[in-house]
T-cell receptor, first 117, second 110 residues
Framework: GAVVSQHPSWVICKSGTSVKIECRSLDFQATTMFWYRQFPKQSLMLMATSNEGSKATYEQGVEKDKFLINHASLTLSTLTVTSAHPEDSSFYIC?????????????FGPGTRLLVL | GDSVTQMEGPVTLSEEAFLTINCTYTATGYPSLFWYVQYPGEGLQLLLKATKADDKGSNKGFEATYRKETTSFHLEKGSVQVSDSAVYFCALTNFNKFYFGSGTKLNVKP
C-alpha cells in the first residue's frame, strides 16, 4: 500500500523550545493531510486538516498559534509545536489522503513521540 | 455528531481462538467504515475497509461486514495468532473527516 513517513520518530526537547515534525507521502501526492494526537491508551484526536497551498483547518480547542501547520508541497506537511511544554508530550500521527478510482483512503505515518522535559 | 463505539479491552485469547471485536457507529449520510491496527510503538495500519452497506472487508484472515440495519462493523477472525496482538481501532469517514473508536487491545497467548 501507499507509504507515509514521519520524521523524527521520536524527540526529546526542553520546555520552551519549538519542535518541527515532518510528514511525507512517499509514493503519491496528497493535497490533504491530517494531524492527530494520541494520548496513552486512548484513541486518536484530530488536531487539524492540512491543505496544500492554503491555511490549515483546526479542530475546536486546538490552538493555531501553538501548533503551526505548513503544507508547502503535495508530498510534505509539517507540524511545529511552538514553545513546547510538558503537557504537549504525546504521540503525534499524520495521515495523507489518497484518491484513486473515485475512492479515498487515508494512510497513516508511523507517528512521532514527543517528550518535553 | 458522528461517532464510533467499540468494545473495551483488553481482550485476551489463546492462539487459534475465534476473535470478535464489536464496533457500532452513529453517522449521517453514507459513511465508509474501517478497521486499523496499531502495533506497539507504531502508527496505524489500514487492516480492512468497506464503503457501502453489505460490503465485506477482508485482509489477513480478518473480516468485517458493513451492516447498515444494525449500524455495526464487527471485526472477526477465525483463528488468531500471537502476532495479531495489537490495538485495533474501528473508524468511519464521513464528509472527509475520520472518527475513531477508543481502540481495543488484543493479547494473544501461545
Amino acid at each position: 500500500g501507499a507509504v507515509v513517513s514521519q520524521h523524527p520518530s521520536w524527540v526529546i526537547c526542553k520546555s520552551g523550545t519549538s519542535v518541527k515534525i515532518e510528514c511525507r507521502s512517499l509514493d503519491f501526492q496528497a493535497t490533504t493531510m491530517f494531524w492527530y494526537r494520541q494520548f496513552p491508551k486512548q484513541s486518536l484526536m484530530l488536531m487539524a486538516t492540512s491543505n496544500e497551498g492554503s491555511k490549515a483547518t483546526y479542530e475546536q480547542g486546538v490552538e493555531k498559534d501553538k501548533f503551526l501547520i505548513n503544507h508547502a508541497s503535495l508530498t510534505l506537511s509539517t507540524l511545529t509545536v511552538t514553545s513546547a511544554h510538558p503537557e504537549d508530550s504525546s504521540f503525534y500521527i499524520c495521515s495523507a489522503r489518497m484518491t484513486s478510482g473515485g475512492q479515498e483512503t487515508q494512510y497513516f505515518g508511523p507517528g512521532t513521540r514527543l517528550l518535553v522535559l | 455528531g458522528d461517532s464510533v463505539t467499540q468494545m473495551e479491552g483488553p481482550v485476551t485469547l489463546s492462539e487459534e481462538a475465534f476473535l470478535t471485536i464489536n464496533c457500532t457507529y452513529t453517522a449521517t449520510g453514507y459513511p465508509s467504515l474501517f478497521w486499523y491496527v496499531q502495533y506497539p510503538g507504531e502508527g496505524l495500519q489500514l487492516l480492512l475497509k468497506a464503503t457501502k452497506a453489505d460490503d465485506k472487508g477482508s485482509n489477513k484472515g480478518f473480516e468485517a461486514t458493513y451492516r447498515k440495519e444494525t449500524t455495526s462493523f464487527h471485526l472477526e477472525k477465525g483463528s488468531v495468532q500471537v502476532s495479531d496482538s495489537a490495538v485495533y481501532f474501528c473508524a468511519l469517514t464521513n464528509f472527509n473527516k475520520f472518527y475513531f473508536g477508543s481502540g481495543t487491545k488484543l493479547n494473544v497467548k501461545p
